[in-house]
């Protein structure tokens, strides 16, 4: 709160009127668009929006790092009194990585694989001459000590792939901080990374901006992350900047209809549990043709019939704060808007606003018992040479879980928890090593696939990437009676079954001739479900059901998916990290971690009272949308350990806050403390 | 690591002893019985039963199999049918010719070729990189026999600025060197070629990868980024190219080395087919096998070497 109320400090980077046209095979796209904001000195500043906004645009427009395609056809961007837009290839290499540096988004494919770190932090540093090889080495291990890497003077020589995701971003920032630059641009920092890591580099980078004073500007989708960090927010939508104001402003007085909608779509901002989530309907708009009015109109819940007109003026808020809307300046102006917090301004999904009445059958549709799945990880000639007794890993360690005919049950653990793996298990794509799956009462762990195949008619795949998981080749239609042929079932009217699985999907009819690169992300998941629903399974299971979905098209799926499981009964299986999507979908909900299932209960009741320690990290972990409730500390340290040395008594021991010697010598069995509910914690917190 | 060599020397063993084998049958399968295609029609019984019992021939089929490979492993490869000579010793002097020859072909197809590759990348879609595209093209498609042919003609037989046929003077460098020109261009024309479109295209698919705009965002250098970071990592598989090319030229030279008339492993082997001296055949196939196998092993380390990522999982 303080930070609004100091007098307003300098500006260091300001840009002003920035237009970007992408030269497409479509025609030019018009992707930015008069974008004016400055950003100032020793502040974060939060530019948000969902993909196709422009933001990363920007940010790429600040270096002069666009793609070949693209082309500044107006505006500056002035970096302490020099204009980027006009600087020469010399001076832009001199401010580049010195004076301004980036923490890319994804630290797996950003960092060279085939050099050191030493290598790539002295290859930034060359442009200090007069530094000797020891100077810079001495400064670069100093950096990667700062950013919380251990033992830095041995490590620095190792290459990326031997750090794990949440050390890659560290040594990522270590490198961005290197020269120790006046600005830092963030481009979505920590979307590759999981929960606890998160919240341990959003700890970091807060930690070094206050240590620093730097001025950085955070690009991201996640309004968590730029609740956590900003302290100014600037919304993008379409190529425009729609309001700018201070992080109080936006997310507790928000007052453009696109940020407000924002707001509302995300799930972590709706208290109740109910099925049914909040959209915003249809798409950005086509940004080759001319473009005139209010650019967010045609999904507007407020749209007038000026707004596709006349362009919205900015109505000014404290500060260098503005919004862009009718409602809020000029002869159209509504005294009443906006509504208070607590009113919805976007509706919940679809027909029927209430989720439909649930009816979970008793009877279990799917049961695993004590499944294990062992992956080997060494050839049988080198685990005898190197003495390795056990050349196995446990992927999946006395996995135990139930799914019924018309629930949902969601599947928590961060990357190399073993979730995928078991629900790939589960559909016989990996062997299992002992235990038993039995799908309506009959064991299937270890069928031949031959006689797996018809069971394959009951269990479906919703597969992670949606697009990937299309072939390229094949339209719609064809893709989704894929399953139909793939089964032989020729006795239907293919093209018919392509328009009923279509139409039960909301897919538009012409959707069915194009091919999955003209698709959206939301649509290419639409297919996706389609194809899962094409031979009327009972049971689905659905791996990362919205991962890389905007949040205003996530509740469609999601909103979808409970009606088509209310109509037809389907029992689902969500492998998710995403905790706030998990509570809201989910009956029940079962965390993993390193192979084993810690906690499982119903979901309303695992969040409000959790009592594995880890699963109470989880779910503190996740950023929210809401600048008051920024956390103090980080709740667990460390990271997952690698399932190679798997920590003696409980996996959990070694980040475990509450952690005692019982812990790290046995391993704690499941408890069943009510009915329902289920944790393997000597010590549970609640 | 040293679990990976032994594994691939034992591959390359049984690689080696699978060629011996089909030789040998190759030679078995051929009507006739061999002391008499060796000693010709007209032979005495006795010089026949003689040849036999020095040859091995009256031993079992899988024995005489056996004697060869335990030879050739000890370096024995039998002895010309003509002149009684060692074929080791045959094929030695003739190896030097063959692997300069080599060489040099794929030396100055690398010198060229990779740095063209890197520069058409690089500058995409500019004079340079179309003109790549098209010559090289062209070089693939045109058959090394034809470019010696014309290569002859223009510069030996019109021109007159390089000799004709031959190896040169034994022992005079120089001239040696002077009668590699023309051969090494010819067959090395088409794998500059090969590699300018190979560098070119791991070289596209590299530096759009993110770690180069990471290190455009970093303020480097372009010359490092292209060639400290870009090539770096596009020189990969190319390395297994040239390694598979280094093999592939080694048994290739043969066209080369008739037309120019060089003393090579290549027309030695085309020679002895034609005369019919199977030992030699045999050794000269045996010894481009092992040199092929030698140098593919040899671009694998060096790719686990340029590779954490591969020296790892050796």
């Not at chain 1, 940004?287 to 749209?303: E, N, P």
């Not at chain 1, 009819?509 to 998941?525: D, M, N, T």
């Not at chain 2, 005369?275 to 096998?289: D, E, K, M, S």
Request: proline share 7%; aromatic share 6%.
């Amino acid at each position: 709160m303080a930070k609004d109320m100091e007098p307003v400090p300098e500006t260091l980077l300001d840009i002003r009127n920035l237009s970007v046209d992408f030269r497409t095979p479509r025609g030019r796209v018009k992707a930015l668009r008069d974008v004016t904001f400055p950003v100032r000195k020793g502040r974060i500043l939060g530019l948000v929006g969902e993909s196709g906004s422009g933001k990363s645009t920007v940010l790429w427009a600040i270096l002069r790092l666009l793609a070949g395609n693209a082309e500044v056809t107006d505006g500056q961007i002035t970096f302490q009194d020099r204009d980027l837009l006009g600087l020469g290839e010399g001076a832009l290499r001199a401010t580049r990585g010195e004076e301004i540096s980036v923490v890319f988004q994804d630290p797996m494919t950003s960092q060279i694989p085939v050099l050191t770190y030493a290598r790539q932090m002295f290859d930034i540093l060359y442009r200090r001459p007069n530094l000797s090889k020891a100077e810079k080495r001495r400064m670069a291990v100093e950096m990667m000590e700062k950013v919380g890497i251990p033992d830095p003077a041995s490590r620095i020589d190792q290459y990326p792939h031997h750090f794990s995701g949440g050390m890659r971003q560290r040594a990522g920032i270590a490198m961005a901080l290197l020269t120790g630059p006046k600005l830092l641009l963030a481009d979505e920092p920590t979307t590759a990374l999981d929960v606890t890591m998160e919240a341990q580099i959003i700890h970091l980078l807060q930690d070094l901006q206050s240590e620093t004073g730097a001025t950085v500007v955070l690009v991201s989708h996640n309004l968590g992350l730029i609740a956590e960090l900003c302290d100014d927010v600037v919304v993008m939508y379409a190529g425009e900047v729609v309001e700018a104001g201070s992080v109080h402003e936006i997310f507790h007085d928000a007052r453009h209809p696109y940020t407000r909608a924002l707001l509302e779509c995300d799930p972590a901002r709706i208290p109740d549990v109910s099925r049914k989530l909040p959209v915003i309907p249809g798409d950005i708009p086509d940004l080759t043709r001319a473009l005139k009015g209010c650019i967010y109109a045609s999904r507007c819940q407020r749209v007038m019939p000026e707004c596709h007109e006349t362009p919205p003026p900015a109505a000014p808020r404290s500060g260098a704060g503005f919004a862009r809307c009718h409602l809020l300046e000029g002869p159209l102006r509504d005294p009443d808007w906006p509504p208070p917090q607590d009113v919805l301004t976007v509706s919940r999904g679809g027909a029927g606003a209430a989720a439909a009445q649930k009816s979970i059958s008793d009877t279990p549709l799917l049961e695993v018992e004590d499944l294990n799945v062992r992956f080997r990880t060494l050839g049988a000639l080198r685990a005898r040479l190197r003495g390795v007794t056990d050349p196995f890993v446990d992927a999946v360690l006395d996995v135990s879980l139930t799914v019924r005919p018309g629930e949902t049950v969601g599947l928590v653990g961060e990357s190399g928890s073993g979730k995928t793996t078991l629900g790939r298990c589960i559909l016989n794509l990996v062997p299992g090593e002992s235990g038993s799956v039995r799908f309506e009462g009959r064991e299937i762990l270890g069928l031949p696939e031959r006689r797996f195949k018809p069971l394959r008619r009951d269990m479906a795949m919703m597969f992670q990437d949606p697009v990937g998981s299309l072939s390229p080749r094949k339209s719609v239609r064809a893709l989704i009676t894929e399953p139909l042929q793939i089964h032989g079932i020729t006795d239907l009217d293919l093209d018919a079954e392509a328009e009923r699985l279509a139409d039960m999907v909301r897919l538009p009819k012409p959707f069915l001739v194009r091919y999955p690169h003209e698709l959206s992300g939301g649509q290419a998941r639409r297919v996706g479900v389609a194809r899962a629903l094409a031979l009327n399974p009972k049971l689905i299971i659905a791996d990362e059901p919205t991962a890389g979905l905007d949040v205003s098209v996530q509740g469609e799926i999601l909103n979808l998916m409970a009606d088509l499981q209310a109509e037809h009964g389907l029992g689902y299986l969500v492998i998710t990290h995403n905790l706030p999507v998990v509570r809201h979908i989910s009956d029940r909900i079962a965390i993993m971690y390193l192979g084993r299932i810690v906690e499982e209960g119903p979901a309303e009741a695992v969040f409000r009272a959790p009592m594995h320690p880890y699963t109470q990290a989880l779910v503190e972990g996740v950023p929210q949308p809401d600048p008051d409730r920024r956390r103090a500390h980080v709740s667990i340290s460390g990271e997952v350990p690698s399932l190679l040395n798997r920590p003696r008594g409980c996996d959990f021991a070694t980040r475990c806050p509450y952690a005692q010697e019982k812990c790290r010598r046995e391993v704690p069995p499941q408890f069943h403390p009510e009915e329902g509910r289920r944790h393997a914690c000597f010590f549970p917190v609640n | 690591m040293v679990v990976y060599l032994i594994k691939r020397l034992g591959l390359s063993l049984a690689v080696v002893c699978a060629v011996i084998l089909v030789l040998f049958s190759l030679l078995h399968l051929i009507p006739g019985d061999p002391a008499t295609i060796a000693l010709g029609p007209r032979a005495t019984p006795e010089a026949i039963a003689r040849y036999a019992a020095k040859m091995h021939l009256d031993e079992p089929v899988w024995m005489q199999f056996l004697i060869y490979v335990g030879n050739a492993l000890t370096g024995d490869l039998g002895v010309d049918v003509f002149s009684d000579r060692p074929v080791t010793t045959i094929i030695m002097e003739r190896i030097g010719f063959t692997l300069s020859l080599v060489f040099a072909g794929m030396g100055w197809a690398m010198l060229l070729g990779i740095p063209l590759g890197c520069l058409a990348a690089v500058r995409r879609n500019s004079w340079l990189d179309r003109v790549t595209g098209v010559l090289s093209v062209g070089t693939i498609a045109v058959p090394s026999f034809l470019v010696s042919i014309w290569a002859l003609l223009i510069f030996a037989v019109e021109l007159r600025w390089l000799p004709a046929i031959g190896a040169g003077e034994p022992g005079d460098l120089g001239d040696q060197a002077v009668h590699l020109i023309l051969p090494a261009f010819a067959i090395g024309l088409s794998w500059v070629g090969y590699l300018a479109r190979m560098v070119r295209a791991s070289m596209l698919e590299v530096m759009g990868e993110t770690y180069i705009r990471s290190a455009r965002a970093f303020g480097l250098r372009p010359r490092r980024i292209v060639f400290g970071y870009g090539l770096r990592v596009a020189i990969l598989p190319t390395i297994t190219l040239i390694g598979m090319g280094f093999g592939g030229l080694i048994s290739s030279t043969v066209f080369a080395e008739i037309i120019f008339a060089r003393p090579g492993i290549g027309k030695l082997i085309f020679d002895s087919v034609m005369a019919r001296n199977f030992p030699i055949v045999q050794g000269g196939v045996l010894v481009a096998t092992g040199l092929y196998i030698l140098v593919v092993l040899i671009s694998d380390l060096l790719i686990a070497w340029l590779d954490p990522r591969v020296r790892e999982t050796l």
